[in-house]
């Protein structure tokens, strides 16, 4: 009868347990190795650890957001900083100038910078950034540059291109575009870099290979917010040197958030030269050697605020993809805590049937 009754109880067992890879140890206590090894409860897409490695990998892809997003407000603060340190050059040009101009009086300027030509090529200088993760930054800068590329061929206005930076690069390449030059963005703009890109552009209008000059760049509006932006590089306006406003930005922090404070630092004011002083060159010519010295700070600072523009953008980019691991990790817990949950649930449920059928 004993012998009937622990067959009876093994099968009885057999019904409502699951295969172990190992056989049980002594005293009815589950080895070490068999309790690694033994098949997980499958709920709902999965079983409980591999849940447990995703929740793992989740994490680790926070910790990784995370970090990018303190890389990008360091660089941020950085940026800030190359702006304030060009202010002092860029507000002194623009006063030299003004003062200049207001010297030279109700005179005619004859200068090829400032000369208007009849408009039939127009060269575009677009700049994007080099790298990606920084949410719709790139894409927005392109499809502004393509636009504004169609409305000046549907009009019979040819088009080239300068192209700043490695996405815009890429994107325009594989395109029917006639393109000038290629030139990368980096993250951190500096006076030679935009010497190069003025030079380049220089050229190609005082050599009459074209008739203007438009820039298109991100301006930075906040760390939430930026607008893709055009502007006439040249020919110059003598009025839109002597009289634009210039606007800091600063990064600060408010109950552990970061925030940007904007500042409008007006027009400088135009530099007063006694009228008995006497200049070695004529003060025409002066200015001609002034505007070049202006479009490179005008490109360095374009190129300053795009890159700001895509650190932040990265930044809110990052942050977004932490929030949604946040989110993620609690759900994915939920669901393992539930497959602990119902592994346990079926435990005891085998070791209340196998005393059962014991007791029977």
Same mark, same amino acid.
């Not at 291109?161 to 390449?173: A, E, H, P, R, S």
């Not at 079926?346 to 049937?353: D, H, S, T, Y």
């Given at each position: 009868?004993?012998?009937?009754?622990?067959?009876?109880?093994?099968? !009885?067992?057999?019904?409502?347990?699951?295969?172990? #890879?190992?056989?049980?140890?002594?005293?009815?206590?589950?080895?070490?190795?068999?309790?690694?090894?033994?098949?997980?409860?499958?709920?709902?897409?999965?079983?409980? *650890?591999?849940?447990?490695?995703?929740?793992?990998? !989740?994490?680790?892809?926070?910790?990784?957001?995370?970090?990018?997003?303190?890389?990008?407000?360091?660089?941020?603060? @950085?940026?800030?900083?190359?702006?304030?340190?060009?202010?002092?050059?860029?507000?002194?040009? %623009?006063?030299?100038?003004?003062?200049?101009?207001?010297?030279?009086?109700?005179? #005619?300027?004859?200068?090829?910078?400032?000369?208007?030509?009849?408009?039939?090529?127009?060269?575009?200088?677009?700049?994007?950034?080099?790298?990606?993760?920084?949410? /719709?930054?790139?894409?927005?800068? $392109?499809?502004?540059?393509?636009?504004?590329?169609?409305?000046?061929?549907?009009?019979?206005?040819?088009?080239?291109?300068?192209?700043? /930076?490695?996405?815009?690069?890429?994107?325009?390449?594989?395109?029917?575009?006639?393109?000038?030059?290629?030139?990368?963005?980096?993250?951190?703009?500096?006076?030679?870099?935009?010497?190069? $890109?003025?030079?380049?552009?220089?050229?190609?209008?005082?050599?009459?290979?074209?008739?203007?000059?438009?820039?298109?760049?991100?301006?930075?509006?906040?760390?939430?917010?930026?607008?893709?932006? $055009?502007?006439?590089?040249?020919?110059?306006?003598?009025?839109?040197?002597?009289?634009?406003?210039?606007?800091?930005?600063?990064?600060?922090?408010?109950? /552990?958030?970061?925030?940007?404070? @904007?500042?409008?630092?007006?027009?400088?004011?135009?530099?007063?030269?006694?009228?008995?002083?006497?200049?070695?060159?004529?003060?025409?010519?002066?200015?001609?050697?002034?505007?070049?010295?202006?479009? *490179? /700070?005008?490109?360095?600072?374009?190129?300053?605020?795009? !890159?700001?523009?895509?650190?932040?953008?990265?930044?809110?980019?990052?942050?977004?993809?932490?929030?949604?691991?946040?989110?993620? #990790?609690?759900?994915?817990?939920?669901?393992?805590?539930?497959?602990? %949950?119902? #592994?346990?649930?079926?435990?005891?449920?085998?070791? !209340? =049937?196998? =005393?059962?059928?014991?007791?029977?």
């Amino acid at each position: 009868m004993k012998v009937v009754c622990f067959a009876s109880l093994l099968a !009885v067992a057999s019904a409502f347990t699951q295969p172990l #890879s190992k056989a049980p140890s002594v005293a009815g206590q589950v080895s070490g190795d068999a309790h690694r090894n033994r098949r997980a409860t499958v709920v709902n897409d999965g079983k409980s *650890n591999a849940i447990r490695d995703r929740i793992k990998s !989740v994490n680790n892809t926070r910790k990784i957001t995370m970090a990018m997003k303190l890389v990008a407000a360091a660089k941020v603060r @950085r940026a800030q900083d190359s702006v304030l340190a060009t202010r002092p050059f860029s507000e002194t040009l %623009q006063s030299v100038f003004g003062g200049l101009i207001n010297r030279i009086g109700g005179e #005619s300027i004859d200068l090829p910078l400032l000369t208007v030509r009849e408009v039939k090529k127009v060269t575009i200088c677009v700049i994007t950034g080099d790298r990606g993760l920084c949410g /719709g930054y790139n894409s927005f800068m $392109i499809k502004k540059a393509e636009q504004r590329a169609k409305e000046l061929m549907a009009g019979g206005v040819e088009v080239d291109m300068v192209l700043v /930076g490695k996405k815009g690069i890429k994107y325009f390449q594989r395109r029917s575009y006639t393109i000038r030059k290629t030139f990368e963005t980096g993250q951190n703009p500096n006076s030679k870099q935009a010497l190069v $890109i003025s030079e380049e552009l220089l050229n190609t209008f005082l050599s009459g290979e074209t008739d203007a000059i438009e820039l298109l760049y991100t301006k930075f509006v906040s760390l939430i917010a930026s607008t893709p932006s $055009i502007r006439t590089l040249v020919p110059f306006s003598a009025s839109d040197i002597t009289l634009g406003h210039d606007e800091v930005f600063e990064l600060t922090s408010s109950a /552990g958030d970061f925030a940007v404070e @904007r500042k409008d630092l007006g027009a400088a004011e135009p530099q007063e030269f006694p009228n008995d002083m006497i200049f070695e060159q004529d003060p025409v010519q002066i200015v001609n050697s002034i505007l070049p010295l202006y479009l *490179n /700070g005008q490109i360095l600072r374009c190129l300053q605020e795009s !890159v700001a523009s895509e650190l932040a953008a990265r930044m809110q980019s990052m942050q977004s993809a932490s929030d949604n691991a946040g989110e993620l #990790s609690k759900s994915l817990n939920l669901i393992y805590n539930r497959a602990r %949950q119902a #592994s346990v649930t079926q435990e005891l449920l085998e070791i !209340v =049937a196998g =005393a059962t059928a014991l007791e029977g």
